[in-house]
């Protein structure tokens, strides 16, 4: 149990929709970052927020966007959806720290189906 | 770019049997080196890390050693369970300070499946 928390586990959308995911950041930590794992594959990185700012992003397109808020918290957002967006999206918080290497703590993801 | 390699699954042991998974990375500078495990229906969890050249990471009897001269990172077990069935990460981090935008570069995942 790591104490980061994605909902929906599961949806369901048809191309061209929208779709919002959340994450609830583990207790005490100020940076959230999102993956996307495609099946078979590695996660791959999307973007991360740090004190409820873009701070880092990978390679996908605009229409991924995200927001951090106060409490650390966290939306993905994904517009004009298409069918290669299907996929385990992952949610991990961690603190950063002067060392920068930080330990993520995952949440356990919401599998996005496109139709 | 960052990019990780490793061997391809899925990897079928009985029990008690010696485990290695290979990885190498490819990074500029000096990365941290991470080995995350997915069971069934859940996320990645942290299973060791090693943060620079020859350190061993070790955790539930799995180790790792940080190898710069051959740039692998390779997983190794001296004998499996049933329950280390999962699939196994590779995978590295930039290194930068706080709020630098770390991110994580994954390998495509080794699945291992340990039989009675």
């Known amino acids: 149990e790591t104490g980061v928390t994605q909902s929906p586990t599961h949806l369901i959308k048809t191309r061209g929709q929208q779709v919002t995911l959340r994450c609830s950041s583990q207790?005490?930590?100020?940076?959230v970052s999102w993956y996307q794992q495609a099946l078979g594959q590695g996660p791959q990185f999307i973007f991360q927020?740090?004190?409820?700012?873009?701070?880092g992003r990978g390679n996908f397109p605009p229409r991924f966007s995200g927001l951090q808020f106060p409490n650390y918290s966290s939306e993905l957002n994904v517009n004009a959806l298409e069918l290669d967006d299907s996929a385990l999206y992952l949610c991990?918080?961690?603190?950063?720290?002067?060392?920068?290497?930080?330990?993520?703590?995952f949440g356990s993801g919401t599998q996005l189906s496109v139709l | 770019g960052n990019s990780v390699t490793q061997m391809e699954g899925p990897v079928t042991l009985s029990e008690e049997a010696f485990l290695t998974i290979n990885c190498t990375y490819t990074a500029t500078g000096y990365p941290s080196l991470f080995w995350y495990v997915q069971y069934p229906g859940e996320g990645l969890q942290l299973l060791l890390k090693?943060?620079?050249?020859?350190d061993k990471g070790s955790n539930k009897g799995f180790e790792a050693t940080y190898r710069k001269e051959t740039t692998s990172f390779h997983l190794e077990k001296g004998s499996v369970q049933v329950s280390d069935s999962a699939v196994y990460f590779c995978a590295l981090s930039d290194r930068k300070g706080a709020g630098g935008g770390n991110k994580l570069t994954f390998g495509t995942g080794t699945q291992l499946k340990v039989e009675l």
């Open positions: 207790s005490g930590h100020n940076t």
């Open positions: 991990a918080s961690s603190t950063a720290s002067g060392s920068g290497v930080e330990k993520l703590f």
């Open positions: 090693a943060t620079k050249a020859d």
């Open positions: 927020y740090y004190r409820e700012e873009e701070n």
